[in-house]
């Protein structure tokens, strides 16, 4: 250690500056205990906790703290941790521990055993050699030189074993120290003061003990002492710290100087599953990490096998007993439930002095094959077994061939020649050949509908009742536990009775036009086809329509008068013929307006001749009353409302006779209904006296005549949608109505 000093910072402030006293020398080692390289545990024993620093660092300065952290291989510990400073236990159960004092500290959780200790130094020195912790073989190690006022430090310089590894003005370095490293590690801190003179701090001695990455493997044998025969279960045992649960291990078993299995896996276990009994072999295992690359070797060890005598010899055929059919090959199974090494196998068959084979072999079980079997192999079969303790023999069972049974025949039974809906039939299948009991199972378009057995051989039937959805393939099949046969295919077809039709009108009314053309529809919901329809009007037949492929018949009628009535119609498929309801229908003569147009001109026509007549009778009338000098000559005008009508004169001292003139008047009324328009005619009677008085006004003194008539004619009017309106429309182009305010004022 030199002579240092420091430059002291009251200079800053125009003090005296005064050297700084050389420190006192260090020579003790500062001891960086990260982990305690681990051993192995007992079986069954809890995984050991790991302890860590923040910062992770396990030297500071006097006055700092450093918090603890308790870590098993799950996870973090928060709570339930049992915390120990030089094997002293604390009072802390928290996941987390703040400390201020030198020594060694432990901890663990509930999930695992007491971690290794750690030892935590705070110095009273103005530099300190720190180092990152944990850190494990191969593994990165980052050392750091610290000072209490790092600004004042220019340069940092890094020893191991006094030989210098680096510097640098404020950065750390990286080191890899081997495991059982024995190395010295200190660091030196220099500075200027500001008069030019330089300064150095020298660190204590640190020396790092590196923790090993995972110890070397242990193979062990599960069971440890196997019986011959069964397998067995090695392990390749080693494991990693907590902290490097990230680090991946590779496994390679070995017998002697062969690898087992398929060489290096991510798997500490290798199954063997049989073992055998083979002299004194040695095993043993090798794990390895991959980055980085260490590989650790395990000791040899030598597993013992024990030989166990043959039991419970069995004998087994395939196909099992009861199903071998003859003409297939037979396998004789003998098989023994213990027995270890090389065993011997024998076939034998009750009534033979001679074996049918033998077999040795390193197994538990052996096969013999008997080729194309025959009746007449039919017989005792039995087994022996023997691994050098003497044969040990089987049961006998007994082994008889069986005939699978023939392709069956499907025969369908109906009680008349075309089946009809409603009816019974049978369904018999039967195999001409087959060991019993036979089962067969009926099948339409590949449903099963049933099944039934035969226990004696021969056929067996299915009874349907019909209906319309059974019509298709039907088959059959036998099965004797042997063979599955499947008959050809049957068709069948289901002939279904017509249902009351039902009978239609195109157009859909109950009154119709002469000259429309009417479509009688008639149909049946159900029924085979063809189907053949009738029509009827009044139980007298208007023809006949075929549906050949189902569903409904129409029939067209050019309507005259006569066809008003009752309409019906018929159905037949030959199963039966069916009617439909009645349905009525109305037949009118004319179109809506023709019959308007024709009851105008009517009305006029009767009106002109009343005209003509009342005429006459007056011109007949004047006639006579002028011959007999009853009328002068000169006549004045008779004012009336009427232009039309002839003014007649008569004397004024003379009271004229009431003369009637008719006059045809008419005007549409419409009731509210906007299928029906009335024609209303009026017939007027003149009377004497005033024509202004309305005819229903009576006024005392006149004379009263006849209140005018009305006449409604009752027209239909025509739907504006209906095709045949413009044909009527164009028929009463001549028509022309007189607005009813003119009737009110000739009134």
Partial sequence: MFCEHRWDRSLAFGETVFPCPRPGPAPMLLWLLLILAPGRQPAGALPKALLLLKPPWSTAFEGETVT??????????????????????????????????????????????????????????????????????????????????????MERTYYKNEEKIGSSYNSNITVYPAFNDDSTYRCTASGMY????????????????????????????????????????????????????????????????????AGWSNSPELQIPTMWSEGAASYWCQARTVIPRILKTSPRSQIRVHRVPVSDVNLETQPPVGQLIEGEDLVLICSVAAGTGTVTFSWHREGSERSLGRKTQNALSAELRIASVREQDAGRYYC?????????????IRITPRVPASRPVLTVRTPRAQAVEGDVVELHCEAQR??????????????????????????????????????????????????????KMVSLSITVPVSHPVLTLNPDVAQAMVGDVLELRCEAQRGSPPILYWFYHED?????????????????????????GNYSCGADNGLGAQSSETVSLNITGLCKNKVTHITVGVIGCLLSMLGLAATAALVGRFRTQRKSGAIPRNIGSVPGPDPPAQALHSPRGLSRPALMELQPLYSNVSPGDDDLVYSQIWIRQHREGSPAHSPRTHQKGEVFHQEPAIVYSE?????????????????AEGYENVPCTSLASDH
């Fill in 68 to 153: 603890l952290f308790c870590k098993d291989h799950h996870s973090l510990a928060w709570e339930y941790v049992s915390w120990y400073h030089n094997e002293t236990p604390l009072r802390k159960q928290s996941g987390r521990l703040q400390i201020s004092k030198s020594g060694h500290y432990r901890c663990k959780t509930q999930r695992s055993s007491l971690s290794d200790p750690v030892h935590v130094q705070f110095l009273p020195d103005w530099l300190v050699l720190q180092a990152s912790h944990p850190a494990f073989e191969r593994d990165k190690v980052v050392l750091r030189c610290r000072g209490k006022e790092e600004e004042d430090i």
């Fill in 194 to 261: 500001i008069l030019g003179m330089s300064w150095t701090e020298t660190s204590r001695p640190l020396k790092i003990q590196v923790q090993e990455l995972f110890p070397s493997p242990v193979l062990t044998a599960s069971p440890s002492w196997p019986i011959e025969g069964s397998p067995v279960t090695l392990t390749c045992e080693t494991w990693l710290p907590p902290l490097t649960s990230h680090t991946r291990l590779q496994f390679c078993f070995f017998k002697e100087h062969r690898a087992l299995g």
């Fill in 384 to 396: 022996a077994a023997d691994n050098l303790d003497g044969p040990v023999l089987s049961k006998r």
């Fill in 434 to 487: 087959g060991s019993p009991p036979i089962l067969y199972r009926f099948y339409r378009e590949d449903v099963p509908l049933g099944s039934s057995s035969a226990p004696s051989g021969g056929g067996a039937s299915l009874n349907l009742s019909l209906t319309a959805e059974h019509s298709g393939n039907y088959s059959c099949e036998a099965n004797n536990g042997l063979r599955v046969q499947r008959s």
């Fill in 540 to 564: 007298v037949i208007l023809g006949n329509t075929s549906a050949p492929f189902g569903g409904g018949a129409s029939f067209n009628l050019s309507l005259t008068t006569e066809h008003s």
């Fill in 715 to 731: 027209v239909k009017r025509a739907d504006p949608y209906d095709p045949a309106r413009q044909d009527c429309e164009e028929a």
